[in-house]
């Protein structure tokens, strides 16, 4: 297949992008609403982006209407968030959150879900959760026509990390089991890891 992107629908270079750029890893993201309503969402448009402070980048799409999903309009006004590795065990409650509820309704509680308060942030943090990194906004970077997409930056101010699943500073990935996301309704779960080093180079 050869395609110019300006010779695709938008629906196109979607479902394009969401099977090329794959498996991507999940944010289970919670924001505290003005009302101190705790929201909470999944987003597979999401890594790590910087290490030295630790950055984390979120990218939230826009509503067909243009306006700002609650976690996105949360993150502008409070300029907090946390991001849970989305595990196995709650993958399923953790889909539930992504259920459109109006922002009164917490998407955590509907999920069977329930919060401890943040180390560093005013936004609590998911207690089933084993990882949770408590971020500051940095940078939020309107992307996109309309804007399409709000990419939010955030520094991670503390990692609330179960010692479970990390070892002298190391993460044991297959304890933590961490869920990745497909195109359309698809999931993979970790395959088999194996490992390479990396070649040096020697001069000749
Ligand atoms: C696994 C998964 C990944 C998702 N990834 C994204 C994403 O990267 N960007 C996005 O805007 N929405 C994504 N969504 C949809 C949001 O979770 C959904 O719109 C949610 O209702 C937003 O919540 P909020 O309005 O409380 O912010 C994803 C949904 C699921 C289930």
Same mark, same amino acid.
């Given at each position: ?29 919670? /924001? ?19 290490? $030295? @402070? @630790?950055?984390?980048?979120?990218? +939230?799409?826009? =509503? ?5 999903? $609650? ?10 968030? +946390?991001?849970? /590795? ?7 409650? *953790? ?21 401890? @308060?943040?180390?560093? +942030? ?5 207690? #089933? ?8 906004? +940095?940078?939020?970077? #309107? ?8 990419? *939010? ?35 993979? =779960? ?11 180079? /020697? @001069?000749?």
């Amino acid at each position: 297949m050869q395609k110019d992107a300006k010779d695709l629908s938008a629906i196109e270079i979607y479902k394009l992008l969401i099977g090329l750029v794959t498996p991507r890893p999940i944010a289970f993201v919670t /924001t505290l609403s003005e009302n101190g309503i705790v929201n909470a969402a999944p987003f597979s448009f999401y890594n790590v982006v910087c290490s $030295d @402070p @630790p950055m984390l980048a979120v990218s +939230v799409a826009r =509503k067909d209407d243009g306006s700002s999903k $609650d976690t996105s309009r949360n993150i502008r006004r409070t300029g907090e968030f +946390v991001v849970h /590795t989305a595990e196995e065990s709650l993958i399923e409650k *953790i889909n539930h959150t992504s259920c459109p509820y109006p922002s009164s309704i917490s998407e955590v509680e509907r999920a069977g879900l329930t919060t401890v @308060p943040g180390k560093l +942030v005013k936004v609590p943090r998911v207690a #089933e959760c084993r990882v949770a990194m408590e971020c500051k906004l +940095v940078q939020i970077v #309107e992307l996109g026509n309309g804007p399409d997409s709000d990419l *939010i930056i955030g520094e991670v101010v503390h990692f609330a990390v179960d010692d479970e699943v990390v070892n002298n500073g190391r993460v044991d990935v297959e304890k933590l089991a961490p869920v990745a996301r497909l195109a359309g309704s698809n999931y993979s =779960k970790l395959g088999s890891v194996f490992a390479m080093e990396r070649p040096k180079y /020697t @001069p000749e």
